[in-house]
């Protein structure tokens, strides 16, 4: 439990990830943004995201070359796509992602299921045959990346917000959400007030401040392993 859930409790709305996962699913179903008051005040996330994630961050903090992902949902299943890595200053993402169900070799009254990502297997189980959906969720949810650490004159470390660029790419895919790992999880969601364009966006107007009150977008900040928090309930 986070000092935040021990001095608020349940006092805070918390959505977890599924339902997330399932609204931005909708929304994207309908071509629309949600509404700002709509956001949750914190956001709940699986264990296995978490040393996924975790794992990602550590590899970025050794080299020091930021990292990009996307998630998806396979058939109940939160998975990683392979991990594209770029310089200290830049990095693309990618992957592709297919479930597979198919007849046991050997066992009788089971089927093969496979997470087939960019081409090779990820995972494999048996699936009792019973089981076996009859139609297959398979999901794209967001990108996510990493930014590394810098120390200052005076020897403090310190790491990049969400850059322009960062913004600008989030508004022209009409995505829905972004995120951001550096020490922590930062999620980005953008809602219906949200501008459209933001060409003449800077570095430096960039702050957690001006994404929630000039752009209205949803901003949440998670420490490793616990819940992510809307920024502005944090800072209240």
Same mark, same amino acid.
């Given at each position: 439990m986070g000092i935040f859930d021990f001095l608020f409790g349940s006092r805070v709305s918390t959505i977890s990830f599924d339902s997330l996962r399932k609204k931005i699913v909708d929304l994207r179903k309908s071509n629309i943004y949600p509404f700002n008051d709509n956001l949750p005040e914190a956001i709940s996330f699986p264990y296995d995201?978490?040393?996924?994630?975790?794992?990602?961050?550590?590899?970025?903090? @050794?080299?020091?070359?930021? #990292?990009? !992902?996307? @998630? !998806?949902?396979?058939?109940?299943? @939160?998975?990683?796509?392979?991990? &594209?890595?770029?310089?200290?200053?830049?990095?693309?993402?990618?992957?592709?992602?297919?479930? *597979?169900?198919?007849?046991?070799?050997?066992?009788?009254?089971?089927? #093969?299921?496979?997470?087939?990502?960019?081409?090779?297997?990820?995972? #494999? &189980?048996?699936?009792?045959?019973? &089981?076996?959906?009859?139609?297959?969720?398979?999901?794209?949810?967001?990108?996510?990346?990493?930014?590394?650490?810098?120390?200052?004159?005076?020897?403090?470390? !310190?790491?990049?917000?969400?850059?322009?660029?960062?913004?600008?790419?989030?508004?022209?895919? *009409?995505?829905?959400?972004?995120?951001?790992?550096?020490?922590?999880?930062w999620l980005l969601i953008r809602t219906k007030s949200t501008p459209f364009d933001v060409s003449n966006l800077l570095d430096s107007q960039v702050t957690p401040e001006y994404v929630q009150n000039t752009l209205h977008m949803g901003l949440y900040k998670a420490e490793f392993n616990n819940k992510a928090y809307r920024y502005d309930l944090l800072n209240r």
């Open positions: 995201f978490w040393e996924d994630l975790i794992k990602i961050y550590k590899k970025t903090d @050794i080299d020091g070359l930021e #990292r990009a !992902f996307s @998630i !998806f949902w396979a058939d109940g299943e @939160i998975i990683f796509s392979e991990v &594209k890595t770029g310089s200290d200053r830049m990095v693309t993402s990618g992957g592709s992602i297919q479930v *597979k169900y198919s007849h046991h070799p050997t066992r009788e009254g089971y089927a #093969r299921k496979e997470v087939i990502l960019d081409g090779s297997v990820l995972k #494999r &189980k048996d699936v009792y045959y019973e &089981k076996v959906p009859k139609s297959l969720e398979v999901q794209y949810l967001f990108n996510i990346h990493t930014h590394p650490k810098h120390s200052s004159e005076d020897g403090k470390v !310190f790491y990049n917000f969400f850059s322009a660029q960062d913004i600008k790419s989030l508004i022209s895919s *009409k995505a829905i959400v972004t995120a951001l790992i550096t020490d922590k999880l």
